[in-house]
């Protein structure tokens, strides 16, 4: 078979073809009509081809479009098509095949990257020569930290790449991944996920960027515009309002989400709204929430006025898995899945995704249609938006690709080196009494411990390369050391307790076998000179569907680490979480905290380089680490006084000192191993229009002895608004690296229709006159502001 496949493969890519007169040079005669006509035209406008298609199309082809089948394993029982095919709905066209092939959950038939992109030749082939109208497929996947595919180049999670705040890194990795999926065979990825974190208790933090609107729709941005400069699609996710579940929570329940009108459209809506004007990706998600009581999958609001009318988008919808369903059997606003069909698809959904067979949506769609609940005229809008995404994606003038350069473009050594600057570039140091960097040299022996030590799994993601060659952190030390010191092991704990989730309330001392493994560490703790824990989340403990009820870290985690202060000796705890963790014992006691994150495959190398002083962290926490799960909400940006103290003893409404203020970490907090100063702060003009570009400057001069990254935060607030203004609006930064002693001027531009614009208590989008104070700061909060100036508009 693979014979077979390359074969016609070799013959498609050369010219030539099995279909005598079909393909054509330049075209291809799709209708088998031997005529070029207007939709097989590459010299058309899409708009035109678009139409002619349209019109040459029937009912059943129409709706052909709107499905998804999910690839092998899920829904196709085999990888190749089979005489079966004719006897499917898609024998009249489909609109995506998503994730086929790629490895998931250990499925490894026809993963090799030459296979794999015959493969998808292979499929595409029969569509074009099966099919009446030969309409191309969409091969979509999943691509949230490199490509969901066997040995794809594997970057750190996504909200380890928000602590990197460095825009080019990620326009790199989203380069990669879209270049990784075309060359195998892929069209349209699933990335990036710009949905804002409000709560990390929330499973899914770990998949997103950061609890700021600005930075996730600025790395939103080079991400999406990195994936589609490979001629590959980017659908972005999950629109709206999905972050923000009541309490956290996540499985059946993402629903209800607990955020005010005017916040969700300033907060949770800014990255869509950014990335869609600025990015212009073919696809978007549609969530599976309510908002307001109205399902986002059924809001003719979300889907068309906001979406469509609003932002300019002009791709497709395609539901996330099981969202339509959802509409009768979860949220219950129709009778049955007939209504929540017709619901989805006026309100302006294009696809059905889920876990079933494409004819579990396609015919009862058929129905709807013929019972006149769903017009041809919006089939027709419908159908066109997914043709014209395959027309400018050039499906339908250049499907194949060149399965034999996959091995070289995916994984190859270039790939590798980016996934190394990731994982370097997202360590941040929260704590260094003066420990860190230890000396390789003089550190003698070195306990590595933790349940997190030398686990790989946490860098294996569902929605990301699907088995990669991991280096943990126990062998990146091992390694970076060589024979300069000796490295001792044992794990302590496992990542959670016998009684977890359980114990996150009402704590238990370990058992007969978790006390063995403890004193198993206590011991090796003795003949070490200094200890390295590695503490954390895996799969079990975070993730979709693996909310939290508290933010302490896991199981036995905390008892571990007090085990080993009480040794007396330098302890180094390293963290590798997925979203914010209340760490207020290591905080107090440990030597130095560093947090590494789900790092990808070099996650070990990184955490030894930077624990060793041969890389400098230089990474800013993208969310808050509350000292509590009480004090959430607790995120940037917020009201005024939404932080405030309550102990005014003058207010005559009382006082009192009844609560732990502040939090354990501010949100863009992250140390070095040098330090910097901040001067020379300049903005122009003084009295802007809200017409005006406004400048904003200022110098950053590393003042210690070792290169080193500043991540330079331009803040602003407006001084007086019609609504209560945020404290504090992240609205730039930039990631600037620094030999010992040299200067650099970093440069702002502030556009006030775009960034100082609010809505109004009328809800309409303003830029108020009046004074805006801006803040120079290395982290949010009071304490991280480095100069302070302000500009009036006029």
């Given at each position: 078979?693979?014979?077979l496949?390359?074969?016609?493969?070799?013959?498609?890519?050369?010219?030539?073809?099995?279909?005598?007169?079909?393909?054509?040079?330049g075209?291809?005669?799709?209708n088998?009509?031997?005529?070029?006509?207007?939709?097989?035209?590459?010299?058309?406008?899409?708009?035109?081809?678009?139409?002619?298609?349209i019109?040459?199309?029937?009912?059943d082809?129409?709706t052909?479009q709107?499905?998804?089948?999910?690839?092998?394993?899920?829904?196709?029982?085999?990888?190749?098509?089979?005489?079966?095919?004719k006897n499917?709905?898609?024998?009249?066209?489909?609109?995506?095949?998503?994730?086929?092939?790629?490895?998931?959950?250990q499925v490894?038939?026809?993963?090799?990257h030459?296979?794999?992109?015959?493969?998808?030749?292979?499929?595409?082939?029969?569509?074009?020569?099966?099919?009446?109208?030969?309409?191309?497929?969409?091969?979509?996947?999943?691509?949230?930290?490199?490509?969901c595919h066997t040995?794809?180049?594997?970057?750190?999670?996504q909200i380890?790449?928000g602590?990197?705040?460095?825009?080019?890194?990620?326009?790199?990795?989203?380069?990669?991944?879209?270049?990784?999926a075309?060359?195998?065979?892929?069209?349209?990825?699933?990335?990036?996920?710009l949905?804002?974190?409000?709560?990390?208790?929330?499973?899914r933090t770990i998949?997103?960027?950061?609890?700021?609107?600005?930075?996730v729709?600025?790395?939103?941005?080079?991400q999406?515009?990195?994936?589609q400069?490979?001629?590959?699609?980017?659908t972005?996710?999950?629109?709206?309002?999905y972050?923000?579940p009541?309490?956290?929570?996540?499985?059946r329940a993402?629903?209800?989400?607990?955020?005010?009108f005017?916040?969700?459209?300033?907060?949770?809506?800014?990255?869509?709204e950014?990335?869609?004007?600025?990015?212009?990706?073919?696809?978007?998600?549609?969530?599976?929430n309510?908002y307001?009581?109205?399902?986002?999958?059924?809001s003719?609001?979300?889907?068309?006025?906001?979406?469509?009318d609003?932002?300019?988008f002009?791709?497709?919808?395609?539901?996330?898995?099981?969202?339509?369903?959802r509409l009768?059997?979860?949220?219950e606003?129709?009778?049955?899945?007939?209504?929540?069909?017709?619901?989805?698809?006026?309100a302006?959904?294009?696809?059905?995704?889920?876990?079933?067979?494409?004819?579990?949506?396609i015919?009862?769609?058929?129905?709807?249609?013929?019972?006149?609940?769903?017009?041809?005229?919006?089939?027709?809008?419908?159908?066109?938006?997914?043709?014209r995404?395959?027309?400018?994606?050039?499906l339908?003038?250049?499907?194949f690709?060149?399965?034999e350069a996959?091995?070289?473009?995916?994984?190859?050594?270039?790939?590798?080196?980016?996934?190394?600057?990731?994982?370097?570039?997202?360590?941040?140091?929260?704590?260094?009494d003066?420990?860190?960097?230890?000396?390789?040299?003089?550190?003698?022996?070195?306990?590595?411990?933790g349940?997190?030590?030398?686990?790989?799994?946490?860098?294996?993601s569902?929605?990301?390369?699907?088995?990669?060659?991991?280096i943990?952190?126990?062998?990146?030390?091992?390694?970076f050391?060589?024979?300069r010191?000796?490295?001792i092991h044992?794990?302590?704990?496992?990542?959670y307790?016998?009684?977890?989730?359980?114990?996150g309330?009402?704590?238990?001392?370990?058992?007969?076998?978790?006390?063995a493994k403890l004193?198993?560490?206590?011991?090796?703790a003795?003949?070490?000179?200094?200890?390295?824990?590695?503490?954390?989340?895996?799969?079990?403990?975070?993730g979709?569907?693996?909310?939290?009820?508290?933010?302490?870290l896991?199981?036995?985690?905390?008892?571990?680490?007090?085990?080993?202060?009480?040794?007396?000796?330098?302890?180094?705890?390293?963290?590798?979480i997925?979203?914010?963790?209340?760490?207020n014992?290591?905080?107090?006691?440990?030597?130095g905290?560093l947090?590494c994150?789900?790092?990808?495959e070099?996650?070990?190398?990184?955490?030894a380089?930077?624990?060793f002083?041969?890389?400098n962290?230089?990474?800013?926490?993208?969310?808050?680490?509350?000292?509590?799960?009480?004090?959430?909400?607790?995120?940037?940006?917020?009201r005024?006084g939404?932080w405030?103290?309550?102990?005014?003893?003058?207010?005559p409404?009382?006082?009192?000192?009844?609560?732990?203020?502040?939090?354990?970490?501010?949100?863009?907090?992250?140390?070095s191993?040098?330090?910097?100063?901040?001067e020379?702060?300049?903005?122009?003009?003084a009295?802007?229009t809200?017409?005006?570009?406004?400048?904003?400057?200022?110098?950053?001069?590393?003042?210690g002895?070792r290169?080193?990254?500043?991540?330079?935060?331009?803040?602003?607030?407006?001084?007086?608004?019609s609504?209560?203004?945020f404290e504090?609006?992240?609205?730039?930064?930039?990631?600037?690296?620094?030999?010992?002693?040299?200067?650099?001027?970093?440069?702002?531009?502030?556009s006030p229709k775009?960034d100082?614009?609010?809505?109004?208590?009328?809800?309409?989008?303003?830029?108020?006159?009046?004074?805006?104070?801006?803040?120079?700061?290395d982290?949010?909060?009071?304490?991280?502001?480095?100069?302070?100036?302000s500009?009036?508009?006029?």
């Open positions: 078979m693979k014979l496949i390359a074969l016609m493969s070799a013959l498609l890519l050369g010219g030539t073809s099995f279909a005598d007169g079909i393909y054509h040079d075209w291809i005669d799709r088998k009509n031997g005529e070029m006509d207007p939709y097989e035209n590459p010299e058309l406008p899409v708009e035109e081809r678009v139409a002619d298609l019109g040459r199309m029937n009912m082809e129409k052909a709107m499905g998804t089948i999910y690839g092998h394993k899920r829904v196709l029982k085999t990888t190749h098509p089979t005489e079966d095919w499917r709905v898609w024998k009249d066209g489909i609109a995506n095949i998503d994730e086929h092939a790629n490895g998931v959950r490894m038939d026809m993963t090799g030459v296979e794999h992109a015959e493969l998808l030749n292979l499929i595409q082939r029969w569509f074009i020569e099966e099919t009446r109208l030969g309409i191309p497929v969409d091969f979509t996947n999943e691509g949230i930290r490199g490509l040995l794809a180049s594997n970057f750190p999670s380890g790449i602590a990197t705040w460095d825009r080019d890194l990620v326009r790199q990795i989203g380069e990669i991944t879209g270049k990784e075309k060359s195998l065979g892929y069209t349209n990825i699933y990335s990036p996920i949905d804002v974190v409000r709560d990390p208790r929330w499973g998949e997103c960027y950061g609890e700021s609107p600005y930075l729709g600025e790395l939103g941005k080079q999406a515009l990195g994936i400069s490979q001629g590959v699609a980017s972005v996710k999950h629109f709206a309002a972050s923000t009541h309490g956290g929570r996540d499985g993402r629903t209800d989400p607990q955020i005010p005017r916040d969700m459209h300033e907060i949770l809506l800014h990255p869509f950014k990335v869609i004007t600025e990015a212009h990706p073919k696809g978007a998600m549609s969530s599976y309510t307001d009581g109205v399902p986002v999958t059924g003719r609001y979300f889907l068309t006025e906001l979406l469509r609003t932002y300019g002009k791709g497709y919808v395609v539901s996330d898995s099981g969202a339509v369903s009768h059997e979860q949220h606003v129709a009778e049955d899945f007939e209504a929540a069909i017709a619901l989805a698809v006026n302006g959904m294009n696809v059905r995704t889920t876990f079933k067979k494409a004819e579990d949506f015919v009862p769609l058929r129905k709807v249609i013929a019972d006149g609940r769903i017009s041809e005229e919006t089939i027709d809008a419908r159908v066109g938006d997914v043709l995404v395959k027309f400018e994606l050039g339908f003038d250049r499907p690709v060149d399965a996959a091995p070289s473009i995916v994984h190859s050594d270039a790939n590798e080196a980016v996934t190394l600057r990731a994982a370097r570039e997202a360590m941040v140091l929260l704590k260094n003066g420990v860190l960097p230890l000396s390789p040299d003089t550190c003698g022996t070195v306990l590595v411990t349940p997190a030590s030398d686990d790989a799994s946490p860098m294996i569902r929605y990301g390369p699907g088995t990669s060659d991991v943990t952190p126990l062998a990146g030390i091992k390694a050391l060589g024979d010191a000796d490295v044992s794990a302590g704990v496992d990542y307790d016998a009684t977890f989730p359980g114990s309330i009402l704590p238990q001392p370990p058992n007969d076998e978790e006390q004193n198993e560490a206590i011991e090796a003795k003949k070490a000179d200094v200890i390295v824990c590695v503490m954390g989340d895996n799969d079990d403990t975070v979709e569907s693996r909310s939290r009820t508290d933010l302490n896991p199981g036995h985690q905390d008892l571990l680490v007090q085990e080993m202060v009480k040794t007396g000796k330098p302890v180094v705890v390293v963290l590798m997925g979203r914010a963790a209340s760490v014992w290591i905080d107090k006691y440990a030597n905290i947090v994150w789900h790092g990808g070099k996650v070990g190398q990184a955490v380089e930077t624990v002083g041969q890389n962290p230089g990474g800013k926490l993208p969310i808050t680490f509350p000292k509590t799960v009480g004090q959430i909400p607790l995120a940037v940006p917020h005024n939404a405030a103290k309550q102990e005014a003893r003058h207010d409404n009382g006082w009192g000192t009844t609560r732990v203020l502040g939090p354990l970490y501010y949100f863009g907090y992250g140390l191993y040098t330090t910097f100063e901040y020379e702060l300049e903005i122009t003009p009295e802007p809200a017409d005006d570009e406004i400048t904003v400057t200022c110098e950053v001069t590393n003042t002895d290169e080193g990254d500043a991540v330079v935060q331009l803040y602003t607030k407006d001084a007086v608004a609504v209560a203004p504090q609006l992240l609205r730039g930064f930039e990631r600037v690296s620094l030999e010992a002693g040299e200067s650099k001027t970093v440069q702002f531009k502030l775009r100082l614009k609010m809505l109004n208590g009328e809800n309409e989008w303003v830029v108020e006159p009046g004074r805006f104070d801006v803040m120079i700061s982290s949010s909060g009071e304490g991280g502001i480095q100069q302070k100036g500009f009036t508009i006029k």
